[in-house]
């Protein structure tokens, strides 16, 4: 088991509405939101390669332009790709996302761990 598939175990036994209500997040620069017509709640499609996931966007003053936070928790690890370094070990960081305004449905633990 790669040391994703661990952490993300680890999340599973957390996974409560108040768990998804703060992990299924993103926050943006005001900008940013302004640019996609988005307001604080509204719900973002973020895509990576194949990987996509629905989640509530939020302002976040002192961003810079360009730039989208996201917990770690479920929600972000499903955009991340499994990837080792030389040595064996887990590569997280940043990676260049697309999003768009999305219908307010957000993406489901369920789909998450079970597709």
Known sequence: MHLHD?????????CSDEFEKASAVAYLAPEDMEELGIRDG???EIS??????????????GLSKGLLIMPFGP???ALLPSM??????QVYGRITVSVKPATCKVTSLESLLFS
Do not use: N
């Not at 661990?6 to 957390?14: H, W, Y």
């Not at 194949?50 to 976040?60: G, I, P, T």
């Open 6 to 14: 661990q952490v993300l175990a680890s999340k599973i036994s957390t």
């Open 42 to 44: 509204d719900c973002i």
């Open 84 to 89: 080792l370094s030389a040595d064996g070990h």
């Open 75 to 77: 929600w972000s690890m």
């Open 48 to 61: 990576f390669l194949d990987s996509r996931v629905v989640v509530k966007a939020y302002k976040r003053e």
